[in-house]
C-alpha cells in the first residue's frame, strides 16, 4: 500500500523529500487529490496546478519550458503579463540541479522570492544589499542542495569568486530576464549586462533562457549575439495586449475627462503619468478633492515616502497613483485596471511598456492617452536642451514623431505600436478606439483653405491657437494688436468648435499642408502643397473631433462581477490586509484579487473544492486552508 502511495502521489509532491510527509495522515487529503484526476498527466502539469494553482498553460509556455528541460538555450520575446516566470520557474522545479535567474532589479527579486516561498518553492536571492550573515546563508542551502532557485544581481553573478563557487554545483538553467539591458539598440542598456557574454563558457552544461518584453527585431538579433546564445530557439509572442482598450484622446480640460474616466473605476487600481513633478501633485489633489483616494510619487520624494506609497499602492490601500515614469519599474501589481497618460509619453517604447503595467492578470484594463502640441514642443525642448550628443538626438526627434503621428492617428493604434516593433499586419485590432469607433472622413478641402488664407494673410507669424482664434473671430488682445481682426478670414470659421479646429489643423500638418517652424515659436508655415489646395488641385479629408470619454462605457471585465459576493469580499480583503501588513508583504503575494473573487464566488467548504480555486496550489492550501474555510463557515452562518 504505502509503495503504491508513493509511486501513485509522488507527482503532488515532487518538491518534498518523500520522507518528509507523513503519509497516514495525508491518507484522506491524498484520496481527495486522487478523485482531482491528476495521475498521468505530465509533471509539469502537476506543478502548474498543485504549486502555482493554475489549470492551464498559457501561449507557448508548454513549449518554452520543455525545451528548457532539454537544456537548450532559447530567446523568449512575450509581453508583459504574458506569463514568463513560469516559463523558468517550472523547469526549476522539474529538474535536477539549481536554476540562476538574473534580474536587474532588487525591489523585483525580493517580491518574486516572496512570492515563491508563499508557495513553497526554495528559493531565495544574492544581491549587494543582503548583509555577509544572509550572504552566507544562501550559500549553505546551495551548497546543501536544499535551494531549487536563486535570483542574482547582474553584477553578482559576474562576480569572479561567485562565478568560481557556482560552477562547482549542478546549475541547470541560467534564466536571464530583461535581456534587453543586454543590447544598446533596446531602451535600457546597462553596462553589468553586456558582462553576462561570459556565462555561456563558464557553465557550458547549462541552459540559457533569455527572456523579454520589449526588443525589436534589431535588439533580438543582438540578444542572441551578445550573450552567444547557442543555435537557440526564438519563442516569438505577439506583442498584442488583447485585454487593453486604447484610447488616445487630446488634451482640453484633461481634469474633467480624467473624473469622467473614474467613474467607472469604482475603487480599482489605476497609474496617472505626467511628465512633470508638479503635474502629479496638482492631478492627485484634484482627485483627493473629488473623493478619490489618490496620491502622487516622483523622483524629488524622500526614499521612505516613495516606499510607503509603492507598498499602500500594492496593497490595494490607495486607489489612485500620479506619477512621473520614475514610478513603474519594479512594479508587479497584477491587478492595475487603468493606464492614463496625462500627457504624451517621448516614444513608443515608453508609451507600450507604461500600458503595459495595465493588466497583468489578464482581465480587461484600459489605456486613455491624451495629448496636445504643448505636450510636443515640451517633449522637444528636453531632447533639445539635453546634454546627448547631435546623432542621439537626432534619433530621439525621429522617435518622438512617430509618437505624435500615432497619438494623432485615425488607423488601427495597436497595429501602428506593432509596426512599430516590427510585427506587420494589418487586420484590425478591435480593441482600440479608432477600431470601436471609426472615425468618418469628409472633405475638409474648405476648412483648409480657410486655414491656410489666414495663415497667409498673417505672414506665417501665427501659432495653433492663435490661427483657431482667428478663424473662430475671437477679439483677443494678441489678435487686435497684430490687425488680424481684420483679415478677409477673421470669424469664417466661428460655427466649428475650437476643439475641432485644432484637431483639424493637427491633421493637416500631419498630411504635410502646413508645417511648423519650430526654430521660431513653431509659427505655421504653408509648403509646397499649400498651393495647390487653394487652387483646388488638392482634395483634404479630414475627420471629427468625437469626445471618446463621454462614449464609453464601464469596462466589462471578463470574470463577471455579478454574482460575487460583496460583503464576503471585504471580510476577505480586511483579511488579507492585515496579513500583509504582519508579515511586511504586499497582498497580492498572499492571494490575488482573482482568488479573491472565486472565493466569494463558488464559497469553498472543503479542501478539495478549495484546491479548485485559483492561484490556490499546495502550500497556499496549507498555509491558508483552515482559515478561509473558517471564513467562509462563519459568514455563511452568522446570525
Ligand atoms: P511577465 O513576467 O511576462 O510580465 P508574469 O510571469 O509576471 O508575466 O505573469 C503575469 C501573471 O500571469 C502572473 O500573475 C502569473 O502568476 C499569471 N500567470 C502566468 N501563467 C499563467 C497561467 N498559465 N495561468 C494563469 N495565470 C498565469
Ligand atoms: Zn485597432
Known amino acids: 500500500m504505502k509503495c503504491t502511495l508513493d509511486k501513485l502521489y509522488f507527482p503532488f509532491y515532487y518538491h518534498l523529500k518523500y520522507t518528509d510527509l507523513k503519509i497516514k495522515n495525508k491518507l484522506k487529503y491524498l484520496s481527495l487529490l486522487h478523485k482531482i484526476k491528476t495521475l498521468?498527466?505530465?509533471?509539469?502539469?502537476?506543478?502548474?496546478?498543485?504549486?502555482?494553482?493554475?489549470?492551464?498553460?498559457?501561449?507557448?509556455?508548454?513549449?518554452?519550458?520543455?525545451?528548457?528541460?532539454?537544456?537548450?538555450?532559447?530567446?523568449?520575446?512575450?509581453?508583459?503579463?504574458?506569463?514568463?516566470?513560469?516559463?523558468?520557474?517550472?523547469?526549476?522545479?522539474a529538474s535536477e540541479g539549481i536554476t540562476l535567474v538574473v534580474s536587474p532589479l532588487i525591489a523585483l527579486m525580493n517580491d518574486q522570492v516572496l512570492a515563491l516561498k508563499q508557495l513553497g518553492v526554495k528559493a531565495d536571492s544574492l544581491h549587494s544589499n543582503l548583509t555577509q550573515e544572509e550572504s552566507k546563508n544562501v550559500y549553505e542551502s546551495l551548497k546543501s542542495g536544499e535551494l531549487k532557485l536563486l535570483y542574482m544581481s547582474p553584477?553578482?553573478?559576474?562576480?569572479?569568486?561567485?562565478?568560481?563557487?557556482?560552477?562547482?554545483?549542478?546549475?541547470?538553467?541560467?534564466?536571464?530576464?530583461?535581456?534587453?539591458?543586454?543590447?544598446?539598440?533596446?531602451?535600457?542598456?546597462?553596462?553589468?549586462?553586456?558582462?553576462?557574454?561570459?556565462?555561456?563558457?563558464?557553465?557550458?552544461?547549462?541552459?540559457?533562457?533569455?527572456?523579454?518584453?520589449?526588443?525589436?527585431?534589431?535588439?533580438?538579433d543582438d540578444i542572441v549575439k551578445q550573450l552567444n546564445l547557442r543555435d537557440p530557439k526564438v519563442?516569438?509572442?505577439?506583442?498584442?495586449?488583447?485585454?487593453?482598450?486604447?484610447?488616445?484622446?487630446?488634451?482640453?480640460?484633461?481634469?474633467?475627462?480624467?473624473?469622467?474616466?473614474?467613474?467607472?473605476?469604482?475603487?480599482?487600481?489605476?497609474?496617472?503619468y505626467c511628465l512633470s513633478r508638479r503635474d502629479t501633485e496638482n492631478v492627485a489633489k484634484k482627485l483627493v478633492s473629488?473623493?478619490?483616494?489618490?496620491?502622487?510619487?516622483?523622483?524629488?520624494?524622500?526614499?521612505?515616502?516613495?516606499?510607503?506609497?509603492?507598498r499602500e499602492f500594492q496593497n490595494d490601500e490607495v486607489q489612485i497613483i500620479c506619477a512621473t515614469i520614475a514610478f513603474g519599474m519594479g512594479i508587479d501589481k497584477p491587478n492595475i485596471r487603468f493606464v492614463i497618460h496625462y500627457n504624451m509619453p517621448k516614444n513608443l517604447e515608453a508609451y507600450y511598456q507604461e500600458i503595459g503595467r495595465a493588466g497583468r492578470d489578464g482581465e480587461n484594463s484600459e489605456a486613455i492617452m491624451f495629448y496636445s502640441w504643448g505636450d510636443y514642443i515640451k517633449l522637444k525642448r528636453f531632447i533639445?536642451?539635453?546634454?546627448?550628443?547631435?546623432?542621439?538626438?537626432?534619433?530621439?526627434?525621429?522617435?518622438?514623431?512617430?509618437?505624435?503621428?500615432?497619438?494623432?492617428?485615425?488607423?488601427?493604434?495597436?497595429?501602428?505600436?506593432?509596426?512599430?516593433?516590427?510585427?506587420?499586419r494589418s487586420e484590425k485590432c478591435g480593441h482600440c478606439d479608432n477600431c470601436l469607433n471609426p472615425p468618418i472622413k469628409k472633405d475638409g478641402t474648405t476648412q483648409a483653405m480657410m486655414a491656410l488664407s489666414a495663415i497667409k494673410r498673417c505672414n506665417e507669424k501665427l501659432g495653433i491657437e492663435l490661427l483657431v482664434g482667428i478663424l473662430k473671430g475671437s477679439y483677443r488682445a494678441e489678435i487686435k494688436q497684430n490687425n488680424c481682426d481684420k483679415i478677409k478670414t477673421f470669424g469664417v470659421g466661428r460655427n466649428i468648435s475650437?476643439?475641432?479646429?485644432?484637431?483639424?489643423?493637427?491633421?493637416?500638418?500631419?498630411?504635410?499642408?502646413?508645417?511648423?517652424?519650430?526654430?521660431?515659436?513653431?509659427?505655421?508655415?504653408?509648403?509646397?502643397?499649400?498651393?495647390?489646395?487653394?487652387?483646388?488641385?488638392?482634395?483634404?479629408?479630414?475627420?471629427?473631433?468625437?469626445?471618446?470619454?463621454?462614449?464609453?462605457?464601464?469596462?466589462?471585465l471578463?470574470?463577471?462581477?455579478?454574482?460575487?459576493?460583496?460583503?464576503?469580499?471585504?471580510?476577505?480583503?480586511?483579511?488579507?490586509?492585515?496579513?500583509?501588513?504582519?508579515?511586511?508583504?504586499?497582498?497580492?503575494?498572499?492571494?490575488?484579487?482573482?482568488?479573491?473573487?472565486?472565493?466569494?464566488?463558488?464559497?469553498?467548504?472543503?479542501?478539495?473544492e478549495l484546491l479548485q480555486i485559483i492561484g490556490i496550489g499546495e502550500a497556499k492550501l496549507k498555509k491558508y486552508g483552515n482559515e478561509i474555510i473558517k471564513i467562509i463557515y462563519e459568514y455563511q452562518n452568522q446570525g
Open 290 to 310: 473629488a473623493g478619490y483616494k489618490a496620491v502622487y510619487y516622483h523622483a524629488g520624494l524622500d526614499s521612505q515616502t516613495r516606499s510607503k506609497v509603492q
Open 155 to 220: 553584477e553578482r553573478i559576474n562576480n569572479e569568486i561567485t562565478q568560481r563557487f557556482l560552477s562547482t554545483l549542478d546549475i541547470g538553467l541560467i534564466a536571464i530576464d530583461e535581456a534587453h539591458c543586454v543590447s544598446v539598440w533596446g531602451n535600457d542598456f546597462r553596462p553589468d549586462y553586456a558582462e553576462l557574454a561570459s556565462l555561456r563558457n563558464i557553465f557550458p552544461d547549462s541552459a540559457i533562457l533569455a527572456l523579454t518584453a520589449t526588443a525589436d527585431k534589431a535588439t533580438q
Open 235 to 272: 519563442f516569438l509572442s505577439s506583442f498584442e495586449r488583447k485585454n487593453i482598450t486604447t484610447y488616445i484622446e487630446n488634451g482640453i480640460k484633461r481634469i474633467e475627462k480624467i473624473k469622467k474616466i473614474l467613474r467607472n473605476y469604482y475603487d480599482a487600481s489605476g497609474i496617472i
Open 384 to 424: 533639445d536642451e539635453g546634454e546627448a550628443n547631435e546623432e542621439f538626438k537626432k534619433v530621439q526627434r525621429a522617435k518622438l514623431d512617430r509618437m505624435w503621428e500615432y497619438s494623432s492617428s485615425s488607423d488601427c493604434r495597436t497595429n501602428l505600436v506593432l509596426n512599430y516593433f516590427g510585427e506587420y
Open 40 to 93: 498521468g498527466k505530465p509533471l509539469i502539469h502537476n506543478i502548474l496546478k498543485y504549486t502555482f494553482g493554475y489549470d492551464s498553460f498559457r501561449g507557448q509556455q508548454e513549449e518554452i519550458i520543455n525545451h528548457t528541460l532539454d537544456r537548450k538555450d532559447a530567446l523568449v520575446i512575450m509581453p508583459t503579463g504574458g506569463g514568463k516566470s513560469i516559463c523558468y520557474q517550472i523547469p526549476a522545479l
Open 498 to 556: 475650437g476643439a475641432n479646429w485644432k484637431n483639424y489643423i493637427i491633421q493637416m500638418i500631419n498630411q504635410g499642408i502646413i508645417n511648423i517652424d519650430y526654430t521660431n515659436s513653431s509659427n505655421l508655415r504653408w509648403t509646397p502643397l499649400s498651393k495647390l489646395v487653394l487652387e483646388n488641385k488638392l482634395k483634404v479629408d479630414i475627420v471629427d473631433f468625437v469626445p471618446k470619454t463621454k462614449e464609453k462605457k464601464p469596462v466589462k
Open 558 to 608: 471578463f470574470t463577471d462581477k455579478k454574482d460575487l459576493d460583496n460583503s464576503l469580499l471585504a471580510i476577505f480583503k480586511k483579511w488579507r490586509i492585515d496579513l500583509a501588513r504582519k508579515n511586511n508583504m504586499p497582498a497580492y503575494i498572499i492571494l490575488s484579487n482573482k482568488t479573491l473573487d472565486e472565493l466569494c464566488r463558488f464559497k469553498p467548504t472543503n479542501k478539495l
